[in-house]
Nanobody
Framework: QVQLVESGGGLVQAGDSLRLSCAAS????????MGWFRQAPGKERDFVAS????????YYADSLKGRFTISRDNAKDTVILQMNSLKAEDTAVYYC??????????????????WGQGTQVTVSS
């Protein structure tokens, strides 16, 4: 089992930056891919970014490339999502996820086995 805890959400203004952290614990060495998803009210959970544990290859939703950056620190079992130039439409609950399945690239939520509780990001315009 892997436990994930997100932090760093909050209320910011459009144009600001925010840094989300995901602390993993448990059998973290079994995780192959870690990702971030987001879900706005009344909408589906959408892929944001993911990173492979061993190679640090990164993958992004096309619409977010250039503004969001995912990184990881395996020694600290932490995954970071740096979000810049935030827009009102970035408002959502952001979830950290992990999977031990050997998947790469953009994967749907059902491919991830472990989820955090989510952290709210609100961007005021």
């Amino acid at each position: 089992q892997v436990q994930l805890v997100e932090s760093g959400g909050g209320l910011v203004q459009a144009g600001d930056s925010l840094r989300l952290s995901c602390a993993a614990s448990g059998r973290t060495s079994t995780t192959f891919l870690m990702g971030w998803f987001r879900q706005a009210p009344g909408k589906e959970r959408d892929f944001v970014a993911s990173i492979r544990r061993n190679t640090a290859n990164t993958y992004y939703a096309d619409s977010l490339k250039g503004r969001f950056t995912i990184s990881r620190d395996n020694a600290k079992d932490t995954v970071i999502l740096q979000m810049n130039s935030l827009k009102a439409e970035d408002t959502a609950v952001y979830y950290c996820a992990a999977t031990s399945r050997q998947r790469v690239g953009v994967q749907p939520p059902e491919e991830y086995e472990y989820w955090g509780q989510g952290t709210q990001v609100t961007v005021s315009s």
